[in-house]
């Protein structure tokens, strides 16, 4: 189970993906100051509050990482769709809809 810095790092940073983009479990992790924990981010997202916008993360191939069917991967395609997201086969385009924060947001707004 992560420990509550962790916990902390992981909803900060989800909580600067703006609506409409969507991040990687991998991403998440390299900016909380955790590469290559990218199973860890899923772990947190488990736990953490129901408001931190947990259906913006993917697998670093766009894709919904919840079995394509589920009530959960249908849940957050819903929201992805509300966001104005595409989700096609339960997969986001990364390129278009990734989100790629800027220097100033990696220096200053994620300054742990």
């Known amino acids: 189970m992560p420990n509550e810095a962790v916990q902390s790092r ?3 940073t989800l909580s600067l993906v703006p609506e409409g983009q969507v991040i990687s479990y991998a991403l998440l992790a ?4 955790l ?3 990218a199973r860890m981010m899923g772990k947190c997202l488990r736990e953490i509050n129901a408001d931190c916008h947990w259906h913006r993360v993917l697998r670093t191939d766009g894709k919904i990482a919840f079995p394509a069917g589920s009530d959960k991967a249908d849940e957050q395609r819903e929201r992805l769709a509300e966001e104005g997201v595409i989700v096609k086969n339960y997969r986001v385009n990364m390129a278009k809809f990734g989100w790629k924060p800027d220097l100033h947001t990696i220096l200053v707004e994620l300054e742990y």
């Open 30 to 33: 390299d900016l909380c100051g």
């Open 35 to 37: 590469p290559g924990r």
């Open 10 to 12: 992981v909803e900060k």
